[in-house]
C-alpha cells in the first residue's frame, strides 16, 4: 500500500467508483496551498498597500529599493508556489486491459500505463489507531504488481467495513483478480510452567 503513502497521504476516503473504467483524481498538494497565501499576503500585499497608503512615488520607491525588492521576490516565491499547489494532481484510471496514472505539476515524473495483466492480485489492508480518537479501523484495496511494487495502486480506502467488503466483491468480480488478504503474524501464547 505504498503507491499513495509515497506521493501523497492516502486520501481518508477513497473510492475508485463500482463500474468500469474506476477512476480516482487527487489534488494531493491544494490543502498546502494556505502557506504560499499567507507568504503573498504577507510579501507582495501588505507592501504594496503600504506604498499605496503613504503615496509613495516611484522615484521614492526606487531610493527605498528594499520595499519593491521585497514584494517582486516574494511574488516570484510565494506565486510559484501557489502555481505547484494548484497545478499537482494525480488521477488513476483502471479499464478492463489497462492500468494507468497520469501525474501532473509536481507530480508529472509519475505517469505510466500498465496492461492489467501484469498484476496479479487485489491486496486487503486493515490499519487500526488505537492513539486516535474514536480508533477507527480504515480499510484499504490495492492491485498488486507482478514485479514492480512502486506500481501497487490503491483502489480504495475507507472506515466503512461494510462498503470496504462491497467493493473488494465488486473489484474481484470486474477485474477477475484473486483476493489475497492482510497476513497476519500468529499471536504467541504464554507459557505456563509446569510442575
Known amino acids: 500500500m505504498s503507491f499513495f503513502e509515497v506521493l501523497s497521504p492516502v486520501p481518508r476516503k477513497m473510492d475508485m467508483g463500482g463500474d468500469l473504467p474506476l477512476r480516482f483524481e487527487t489534488r494531493p498538494l491544494v490543502g498546502q496551498v494556505v502557506w504560499p497565501l499567507l507568504g503573498f499576503v504577507l510579501l507582495v500585499v501588505l507592501p504594496g498597500a503600504y506604498a499605496l497608503d503613504q503615496g509613495l512615488s516611484l522615484a521614492l520607491l526606487r531610493e527605498q529599493w528594499m520595499l519593491p525588492l521585497v514584494g517582486v521576490l516574494g511574488l516570484f516565491v510565494t506565486g510559484t508556489r501557489i502555481v505547484r499547489c494548484l497545478t499537482t494532481r494525480l488521477e488513476v484510471v483502471v479499464t478492463a486491459s489497462e492500468v494507468s496514472l497520469r501525474g501532473a505539476g509536481a507530480l508529472s515524473a509519475f505517469t505510466w500505463n500498465e496492461p492489467l495483466a501484469h ?22 484495496i490495492a492491485l498488486t504488481h507482478r514485479k514492480d511494487p512502486e506500481r501497487n495502486v490503491v483502489v480504495h480506502w475507507s472506515r466503512d467495513s461494510r462498503r470496504f467488503e462491497d467493493r473488494l466483491a465488486r473489484y474481484a468480480q470486474l477485474l477477475r483478480l484473486p483476493v489475497r488478504q492482510e497476513q497476519r503474524a500468529p499471536v504467541a501464547q504464554p507459557r505456563v510452567a509446569r510442575r
Open 119 to 140: 498484476y496479479v492480485s487485489l491486496d486487503c489492508e486493515r490499519r487500526h489507531h488505537p492513539d486516535w480518537i474514536g480508533a477507527q479501523d480504515e480499510y484499504g
